[in-house]
């Protein structure tokens, strides 16, 4: 197996709308995780794409007045618009109606019928239209769709469906072998006490009430119900039972798979159980996180609460857009959106945390040095070591954080060492120093400066790209050896290297009512 391969899933996600900064948030964050893992060395591969099938989206294209596969092209369009805004380097985008797909589904469930896995029968139950679920009477919430909250009804047809009770031994036996595979456990504790331990239920996997799917092979009134459909779009994306399956053996098992709390169920349950099936080796982590939700609530059209990702790019830019997005997600937890927040978020961790440090490094080396880099110092006075030494923990926590995929906290260590190097400064009052011409002092001081802001832009490089490269091009240490991780640690020497003589704002301020106002207008789709 090769050691070296990352490989990271988004869900697939509906192409029934627009997509808001809920969705952006799952695309940025595997993207992230893909970007840090380059930068280790690791050969990433990330995979995303759409979920084209079932009654919902034939509905929409309904109404559209569209063929469903009219609808969903231009939904794939839309979504590669949005991610290529976004700079998401993805290296697949799978899309279910695609015939590397659905072969290889309809193969995939004669497997299951052969090996007795699938069995036909009838099913009735409570079923959410617009979650595309059915449900057991105990499953719903007040006699209500336990995961959108919407009426549900009564529904019965003939089905095949999917013996999991044989595999329930073998996915408790995985649990208690891999206690760390759904990340945060909390959660995988709320799914193994509520969903695995009682008992798994049988999974219906076909209908007959719409016709908008992969049909299955010997009984083609039934066509494949957009679970087994969608969940097997990690492995056919990779070309498992195609012709070709050199990036199935090179990539397989994931490595890590984000999810949204609301599909864990599928991702904890169905899925692993459909690759013990299939004999497949489970993927080593889901990811789980929680949502972006609005102060009323989540995010829809109907509430009238929606905010896209494009009204924030062009407005505010794309890494602040994704700094308060991966800010304000952790540990599986829902984060809430307001205006005011943002704003605030934007003028206190992006211009005046970051962006004056630099601002204030890059004038002040103008000022005493003439814009050349100082050497570096032979001795360390305590506060310098003291400064090193939160630094490098503080990297070598990033690392941890980073490495378990949880941005957020990596996030906060960066923000750490951004926040010691203000106080850096206050504490080592580099204007006295110059008053009073102690010029080794104030050189060792902006050497300090710039090493802090060097290691800051590494640090952001998977994450906030655009700014940690003018970080680097404010600092000239641009394209040279000092801009990569394997020299993260070092304090090299720069040998008269200059500060760019002006350096541009980060980020500008912004003007709290105006721009809170503008944002609750826009929200209001106005
Ligand atoms: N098509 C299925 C997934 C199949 S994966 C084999 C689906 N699609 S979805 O479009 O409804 O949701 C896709 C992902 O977006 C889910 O992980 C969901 O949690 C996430 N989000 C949808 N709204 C969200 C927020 N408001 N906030 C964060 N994530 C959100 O489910």
Known sequence: MNENKYYITTPIYYPSGKFHIGTAYTTVLAHTIKKYRQMKGFDAYMLTGLDEHGQKIQEVAEKEGKTPQQHVDDMANMAKELWAKMKIEYDDFIRTTESRHTKVVQQIFQKFVDNGDIYKGEYEGWYCTPCETYFTPTQLVDGKCP????????????????????????LIKFYEENP????????????????IKPGVEDLCVTRTSFDWGIKILNDDKHVIYVWLDALTNYITALGYMSEDETKFNKYWPADVQIVGKDIIRFHAIYWPIFLMALDLPLPKKLLVHGWVLMKDGKMSKSKGNVIYPETLINKYGLDATKYFLLKILNDGRDGVFTPEDFVELYNSDLCNDLGNLLNRTIGMINKYFGGTIPNKPEKLTDIDKEFENTINNSISNYEKEMDESHVCNA?????????KSNKYIDATMPWALFKEEKTQELEDVMYHLVEALRKVAILLKPIMEETSNKIFEQLSI??????????????PQYNGIKVTEKGEPLFIRLDVEQEVEYLKEIIKGK
Request: proline share 2%; hydrophobic share 30%; glycine share 2%.
């Open 180 to 195: 760390d595979f759904i990340d945060p456990v909390y959660r995988k504790n709320e799914i193994f006490n509520s969903f």
């Open 411 to 419: 996030l906060s260590e960066i923000w750490n060492i951004i926040s």
């Open 147 to 170: 995961d959108c909250g919407r009426e549900v009804k009564k529904m019965k047809e003939e089905a095949y469906f999917f013996n999991m009770k044989k595999y329930q031994d073998r």
């Open 478 to 491: 641009n394209n040279n050896d000092y801009n990569n991780w394997e020299n993260i640690n070092n304090y």
